[in-house]
Each structure stands twice: as structure tokens, then as C-alpha cells.
């Protein structure tokens, strides 16, 4: 991508590339799938339900491609310090927002304090649990850390 278009941005260059591999993938489980329906002669839904293994997929050359990306990002990317610093400062922003939520549900919009109510009285904890995770789940990044800081200030 590099050698064929040197003039074109480093942000363009990323966002083609990654467009590029999606539409490598997508491209590959169509026409892997029409091989396998192909193959076990599928002519009705009945018969797709009666296949013991998945109709779609990925062919074996991409599968293995896929999956050597996968072992990479895994390695050089998600597991990197830096990442999992970022990572876990998200996981105690949500754990702050979702236990100060449930506990005082007045601290929720009107809309989603009458949801936790409702759930009270429908499902108990559980269900109380569930609207709180849902509306904290909703939130953008930046909204989620201005709502931290509010509720610990």
C-alpha cells in the first residue's frame, strides 16, 4: 500500500489497509460459504439446520491468516502496558459509575430512575442491576469519565 501510493497520508494509508483487510475477510466467508453450501447441496432451511457443522466460514488459507493477526495484535497490541494501563483506569471508571448508580439511583436521569423502579418491583437486584448496567454500558467515553468525576467530587 505504501510502495503503490507513497503520497497519500499515514491516517489514509491505516483506514485503507484496515478497509482492505475487512473487505478481504467478508469477501472470503461468501464465497467460502457458497462452496460449502455447494458442497452438501443445501435447498432448504431444514437442511441448513440439520448441517453438524457451520455452513459459514472462513477458507483455511484466510482462516490462518486471521488468526496469525490475531496472535500478533494479542502479543505487540492488547497485552501491551500502555493498553492495559488504559484499560484498566476504563474498568474502574464503569465499576465507580455502575456501583454509585446502583446504590443511589437518584443519581440516574428521571427516564432511567423510573426504569430502575420498575425493575425493583418487577425482577428485585438483579433486574436493577441490569437497567444500571445497560444505561452505563450507553455511555460515550468521555461522558462515562465526566460522570466519574461528578459522582466522586
Given at each position: ?30 464465497t467460502q460459504a457458497e ?9 432448504s432451511i431444514d437442511a ?106
Amino acid at each position: 500500500m505504501i510502495k503503490r501510493y507513497p503520497d497519500v497520508s499515514p491516517r489514509r494509508q491505516l483506514y485503507e489497509t484496515i478497509r482492505r483487510m475487512v473487505d478481504n475477510l467478508v469477501s472470503d466467508v461468501i464465497t467460502q460459504a457458497e462452496r460449502n453450501i455447494a458442497a452438501v447441496r443445501v435447498d432448504s432451511i431444514d437442511a441448513v439446520r440439520n448441517q453438524p457443522g457451520p455452513l459459514m466460514s472462513l477458507s483455511d488459507p484466510v482462516l490462518e491468516e486471521h488468526q496469525e493477526l490475531k496472535r500478533f495484535l494479542r502479543a505487540k497490541l492488547y497485552n501491551h502496558p500502555k493498553v492495559k494501563e488504559v484499560m484498566d483506569e476504563a474498568r474502574a471508571t464503569l465499576r465507580t459509575l455502575f456501583e454509585a448508580y446502583l446504590k443511589d439511583p437518584s443519581r440516574l436521569p428521571p427516564e432511567h430512575q423510573a426504569l430502575v423502579a420498575r425493575a425493583d418491583t418487577e425482577g428485585g437486584e438483579p433486574a436493577r442491576a441490569r437497567v444500571v448496567a445497560d444505561y452505563v454500558a450507553g455511555m460515550t467515553d468521555r461522558f462515562a469519565y465526566q460522570e466519574s468525576e461528578r459522582i466522586s467530587s
